[in-house]
Each structure stands twice: as structure tokens, then as C-alpha cells.
């Protein structure tokens, strides 16, 4: 019975003894790979791609060895959206490719100069003579390439001293007049300014049509000005009937920016039904916008006409009344320009929300025959395209701005006014009624 025993103790001293001599190996790997796409408009965005590997080794004391391989797949989705083809973003031109889509503004029109040769035909148009153009200016204008040539990355308008056309200077002027007019939205050019003293660098616009008049009623935006008699100063204008440089009271901005004329630099305005504000390099120097109470003693386009289509001029002017004097030792100097875009913010694609009412109707400076109504503007998601005035309950006047002025009324008379909002996709707010009545005689 000992012997016995004492085999069996021998014998299972022996299997630990070998077990510990021995080792397993349990090896697990988990493999997780995804890729998504999404598809728009035929540009396919990748929009993620991973792959997370996770490897454990462990050893236990046995013998047996048990690899494990786990692959947990996943499905790639393609999502096609198709844009509304009436959107700004279905329909950016082939010319802004370039141009980013930044806060909203989306390119409308380019022009990146990157060709040779005279400018593009299809864009700008070329302005030529002399006179002074109202300013005492002393340049005559050309279409010379001497004057503006494309050297495939950007327009370079050259003032240079000579005699032509009975002036002592050329340079060159082009615009887009009777080409692309526009109304609203952000214009943005990149360039270089002149620094010789009497140069006179723009880019600026006028109306299409003179709707309330020859300059300054119908209006003019100055976007970028600058003189070489006073370097490194940006100026920012605009002139109407009411505000102008003739009488010397014009709504303008200026910024100093040393070393202005030594390096390119991006200049732009925003401009919208009742503000025109002015950047340098995407930041904010000067804004000016329409206020009702400020301007009842005039017709309201008299202070603000901005509410047509204007299209862009560029040009690089000698002396005037704002160039100044010219250096006597001047024999040319250059305006360069890299490029000039268009944004405009789509305000109607996707627009279902409704617009806030006006508030605080006021009827001012009645009279027998006439008032004037302003109201607190409203607010909307997008914008406000026109505050819709009835008069006895039927439809009588569309403005933009933010006041009206009633005429021909009869005196003694009690109005009943109701005004409403309108966005750019239609939505209408709650109309909002007020009453007034006229003075007598």
C-alpha cells in the first residue's frame, strides 16, 4: 500500500514538474477599419478614414498555444446631395475657382488675371480720353498696352510721363459698364498701390443708370484710394446728393497702414440694403450706415441711392483735386493688381423662416400733404429684402430702407398704415398697423 501511494506521489510530481517547464501563448488581435465617403455634385469628399490595431499578448503557464484574429467590418455609405440648381453655390462660375467660400459669401464674379495680353473684353471695358473728368486730373487714358497689360498673373496699369492726346501724362481706365453690374454683396480687390507723388489709384463704382440723377444723386462707392502726397493713408468713401466732396462733407474712412504702397494687400467693402463697410486684409476700419432720423429734410435717395446696381472701375489718375502735385523728377509708376472678386450671400435657398416684425412706427414733420414714417428695421435669419407699406389696407409703396416719405396726402386726414417684412425667399411677417392724420391747413 506505501509503494503504492509513493508511485503516485512520484508520478504527480513528475506532471508539475514538467508543466513548469512549459508556456502558452494566447495572442489576440482586433482589427477595426472604417472609410466613409460622401459624394457632391461628382467631388467626392473623404471625409474619414481609420484603422485602430489593438494586440495583447499574455502568457499563461501552459502548454497549449490558441491564436485568436478578430475583424469586425464595416459597410462604406456614398451620400449624393443635389444642390438646388437656382443656388449661388450650384452656379459659381468656372473663373472663381480659386475664391474661397468663406462666412456665407459665395464667388458670383472673378477675374484672376491669369492670362497675357490686353484685359479680358468679356469683363472689363476701357475708357479712353481726357479733360480732367471733373477733378483737375492730368492723365489722358488709353487702351495702350503701354498703359494696362496682363502679364499672366495679375494687371499692371502704368502712369507714365509723356505728351499724348494734349496731356503730359497716359495711364489707363477700365470698367465693367455695360458688361456685369451688381447690387449688394462684397467686392474685394488684391494689390499693390503707387507711392510717386501726384499717383492717384481706384477702385470704385457707379451706378448703372443715373435713376436719380447725374453725380453725386444717383451715388459712387470708393472702395480704395490712395495718393502718393499722402503715403500709406487708405481712404474710403462714399458721395450722394445730400454728402459729397463738393461740399465737403462726404461719409468717408481712412486707415494708415505703414508700408502700404510696398506690398499687396487685400481692400473690400460690404455692402447691404442700409450699410457699405470698409476692410484692409479682411479687418474692419470704417462702416457707415443709413439712419432714418438724420436725413428728413431730403428725399431719401438724396442721402442714400444705394439701392441700384453699380458696376467696377479701376484706374490709376495723375494730380487732381485729390492727387495733388506732381513730382517734377516722375517718369511712371505702377498700379498692380492681383484680383478682383465678387461675393454675395445666398439669402433665398432653403429660406421657410419668416421674418420678424417692424417696430416703432412713427409718423414725423406731418404736415397737410405729407410725412415721413421710420420704423425700427427687423430682423430676419437671412435678410430683409423690403418692408411692404399699406395704405387703407391696399399695397402702396416696396422700400428697402427703413422709412418712407408719404406725399400728395390730404390734409385733415387720419391714414391707416399697416407695414410688413419681406425676406429674399418671400417669407412675410405679421403686417403691423399705425395710424396718423395730417395737420390742417
Known sequence: MKKITIFFVLLFTLIGFIGCQSSTTISTT????????????????????????????????????????????????????????????ANIPSDCNLAPIEQGWIPVWCEEFNYTGPVDPTKWKHQVGGGGFGNQELQYYTSRPENAIVDGEKLIITAIKESYGGHAYTSSKIWTQGLHNFKYGKFEIRAKVPAGLGTWPAFWMMPKSSVYGGW???????????????????????????????????????????????????????????????????????????????????????????????????????????GGSVDPNFIFDRFEIDYVRVYQKD??????????????????????????????????????????????????????????????????????????SEDYAGNRSAKVPFSFTTTSE
Open 216 to 322: 453725386p444723386n444717383s451715388g459712387e462707392i470708393d472702395i480704395l484710394e490712395h495718393v502718393g502726397n499722402n503715403l500709406d493713408s487708405l481712404l474710403g468713401t462714399i458721395h450722394t446728393g445730400k454728402y459729397n466732396h463738393m461740399t465737403g462733407n462726404q461719409k468717408g474712412h481712412s486707415r494708415y497702414v505703414k508700408g502700404l504702397s510696398e506690398e499687396f494687400h487685400v481692400y473690400s467693402i460690404t455692402w447691404n440694403e442700409h450699410t457699405i463697410s470698409w476692410q484692409i486684409n479682411g479687418l474692419n476700419y470704417g462702416i457707415t450706415t443709413f439712419i432714418p432720423g438724420e436725413n428728413l429734410d431730403v428725399e431719401t435717395y438724396m442721402a442714400w441711392p444705394f439701392d441700384q446696381e453699380f458696376y467696377l472701375i479701376l484706374n490709376l489718375a495723375m494730380g487732381g483735386g485729390l
Open 30 to 89: 482586433t482589427a477595426l477599419t472604417t472609410s466613409s465617403s460622401t459624394t457632391i455634385d461628382s467631388t467626392t469628399i473623404s471625409t474619414w478614414e481609420s484603422t485602430t490595431s489593438i494586440t495583447s499578448t499574455t502568457t499563461i503557464p501552459t502548454t497549449t498555444t490558441i491564436p485568436t484574429t478578430t475583424t469586425v467590418p464595416t459597410t462604406s455609405t456614398t451620400m449624393t446631395t443635389t444642390l438646388d440648381p437656382n443656388s449661388l453655390l
Open 347 to 420: 439669402h433665398v435657398t432653403g429660406d421657410t423662416i419668416k421674418p420678424f416684425s417692424p417696430t416703432d412706427i412713427e409718423a414725423l414733420r406731418i404736415t397737410p400733404t405729407s410725412a415721413y414714417l421710420i420704423w425700427t428695421r427687423a430682423f430676419d435669419n437671412r435678410q430683409i429684402k423690403y418692408y411692404n407699406i399699406y395704405v387703407n389696407g391696399v399695397l402702396n409703396k416696396k422700400v428697402s430702407l427703413n422709412t418712407w416719405k408719404m406725399s400728395s396726402l390730404l390734409p385733415n386726414t387720419t391714414y391707416m398704415i399697416e407695414i410688413e
